[in-house]
């Protein structure tokens, strides 16, 4: 069975850091591109940051853009995402996804087809 689970979430103060992960299990990231996703109440999923495969290229939404970093462990078969300066807007359940596209760096979800269940993350004083 195919399954991504995200850990990390929580409850941080405006300018905290959190570091979430994202561990495969059933098969291995280092063949796949990966994204983290994230949703707000009332509003559409949106890409956050992706890390291809075969070269470790990375994008990053412009909203977090110098506060956030993607990274992968292959040895561990994880994806992290650090958050650095978080803010109230950044405030959603994020997600982490896989592809079978693995030169893909996308921040559209149709693009991949391996989801986890998702971690909350609350950015509040």
């Known amino acids: 069975q195919l399954q991504l689970v995200e850990s990390g979430g929580g409850l941080v103060q405006p300018g905290g850091s959190l570091r979430l992960s994202c561990t495969a299990s059933g098969f291995t990231l280092h063949y796949y591109g990966l994204g983290w996703f994230r949703q707000a109440p009332g509003r559409e999923r949106e890409g956050v940051s992706c890390i291809t495969s075969s070269t470790g290229s990375t994008g990053y939404a412009d909203s977090v853009k110098g506060r956030f970093t993607i990274s992968r462990d292959n040895a561990k078969n994880t994806v992290y995402l650090q958050m650095n300066s978080l803010r109230p807007e950044d405030t959603a359940i994020y997600y982490c996804?896989?592809?079978?596209?693995?030169?893909?760096?996308?921040?559209?979800?149709?693009?991949?087809?391996?989801w986890g269940q998702g971690t909350q993350v609350t950015v509040s004083s």
């Open positions: 996804a896989a592809t079978v596209q693995y030169d893909v760096c996308s921040g559209v979800p149709s693009e991949y087809g391996y």
